[in-house]
């Protein structure tokens, strides 16, 4: 019987650290995505101040603001990678299994080229409306 309960209570902590694991991966997958949505709300900022500001007068500043907050979410966007990063290195020596990076650097890589057609945008339509 006191072998039964050693077992039990060795798969029960197994079970717990799992789900710790999983936890942790999660808590991961939601830090990358709250990252993500900070940086795609300072690029609608800086295109919404940009453009419907910038008709109204005072473009140069306008614009400076606009860049200004593009410029930030860059920074946002590689901040997400390099958080998400060094998390799934800790999870990927454990042998937890979290979203390939592959699939991480080609969602950066596409919030990165946002925030440059933005920067084009900004100074090109800008000025015809």
């Not at 079970?15 to 993500?36: G, K």
């Not at 940009?50 to 614009?63: F, H």
């Not at 080609?106 to 339509?125: E, Q, R």
Request: glycine fraction near 6%; proline fraction near 2%; charge should be positive.
């Amino acid at each position: 019987m006191d072998n039964y309960e050693d077992k039990s209570r060795q798969e029960l902590a197994l079970q717990r650290t799992d789900w710790a694991a999983q936890r942790t991966l999660l808590a991961n997958e939601r830090n990358f995505s709250a990252w993500m949505r900070t940086g795609l709300a300072a690029l609608a900022t800086g295109l919404g101040i940009g453009k419907l500001l910038g008709s109204m007068g005072a473009p140069t500043l306008t614009r400076l603001i606009g860049v200004s907050c593009i410029m930030v979410s860059a920074v946002v966007f590689v901040l997400a990678l390099w958080r998400y990063k060094k998390v799934y290195d800790a999870l990927n020596r454990e042998g937890i299994q979290a979203t390939p990076m592959w699939i991480i650097h080609f969602v950066i890589a596409g919030m990165l080229l946002s925030d440059i057609v933005a920067m084009i945008l900004l100074f090109t339509i800008a000025d015809k409306y």
